[in-house]
């Protein structure tokens, strides 16, 4: 019964059974056969097909809703577990590039911290490929990264797909209604985060790409700074978007600008780690946690 609610939890949340079975590493007719036998033992219907789309039915709704407390319940067994097996607290420590650290690794640790109480979490960062050098080198157990790595001895499980967005003062810039064209970046003021990171080559690679030359004022490394300047400078900047809050925007009094094409400027941000490090034993149930706070937008809708 574990298992069956973790293939259908992770089902689930991937919004897609390839998705899932490249996840679980089963093949797709072996996890369909799974679910089949799943709704067969209890039988009721799980999910139900809409063209290629999966639906929960209600039942399913309910299922989805145990297979949550089954894995809260298995990461506290197995907590208890690894702190009676250890006699002081279990220390990991996680690598953020340089973009994934003000994007991403804060609601990462908020996520690990909630999930393991007495987890002792050590961050460091570096650019994307000095993080996977570390994770490689088993020199610190997880590594966050805006990019989709493919190594045999590194897991890499996708979080979530970003894409760049324009944002700009709030009275400072003609807001149209409806998405702009592309072209407005041409001769924009604008501050851009400083180059050697994945979000920077994106930005250069989308002004190359339509030609733009955006008059470029200033060159920082700190997103938190970038929106401060924004009203001083009387400019633009192009931020991922899970960077962008709407608590962020108000507080700033910011504003996003849409603008066509910039949904194309996708990256996937993945969470790495070794195949063969000596990790703690609640790891696998720490990453189902991580998996579905990042995922819980794309998670199937149930049957209303």
Request: net charge neutral.
């Given at each position: ?10 089902i ?8 899932a ?34 639906e ?5 709704k ?13 990461l ?7 702190e ?22 804060p ?11 007495d ?29 989709d790595i ?79 300047l924004?009203?001083t ?13 709407e ?11 849409p ?14 780690y ?19 706070h990042?995922?819980d937008g ?7």
């Amino acid at each position: 019964m574990l298992e069956d609610m973790h293939v259908f939890a992770t089902i689930v949340e991937q919004s897609s059974l390839n998705r899932a079975s490249a996840l679980l590493n089963v093949t797709q007719p072996a996890l369909s056969r799974k679910i089949s036998k799943l709704e067969e033992e209890l039988g009721v219907e799980l999910f139900k097909r809409v063209g290629k789309r999966l639906e929960l039915t209600r039942i399913g709704k309910v299922t989805y809703e145990f297979a949550l407390e089954i894995r809260k319940l298995q990461l506290r067994y197995l907590q208890s577990v690894t702190e009676f097996k250890s006699a002081g607290r279990t220390l990991l420590t996680i690598g953020a590039s340089l973009t994934t650290l003000q994007t991403t690794l804060p609601d990462l640790i908020q996520v690990m911290s909630k999930t393991a109480p007495d987890l002792e979490i050590k961050a460091v960062t570096g650019k994307t490929h000095e993080i996977v050098s570390l994770v490689r080198e088993q020199k610190i157990d997880l590594g966050i990264v805006a990019s989709d790595i493919h190594e045999a001895s590194l897991h890499c499980i996708p979080l979530f797909d970003d894409h760049l967005q324009v944002v700009v003062p709030k009275n400072q810039f003609v807001m149209d209604k409806g998405a702009t064209d592309i072209r407005i970046l041409n001769g924009l003021p604008m501050i851009l985060f400083s180059k050697g990171t994945w979000y920077r080559t994106l930005t250069d690679e989308l002004f190359h790409t339509h030609n733009l030359s955006p008059d470029v004022r200033m060159e920082i490394d700190s997103f938190e700074a970038i929106l401060r300047l924004l009203h001083t400078c009387r400019s633009a900047t192009l931020l991922p978007k899970s960077y962008v809050r709407e608590q962020l925007l108000r507080d700033n009094d910011l504003s996003i600008l849409p603008v066509q094409g910039l949904e194309h400027t996708r990256r996937t941000t993945s969470l790495i780690y070794n195949r063969s490090a000596e990790l703690p034993g609640a790891l696998p149930l720490w990453v189902e946690e991580i998996k579905a706070h990042f995922s819980d937008g794309l998670a199937i809708k149930p049957e209303m």
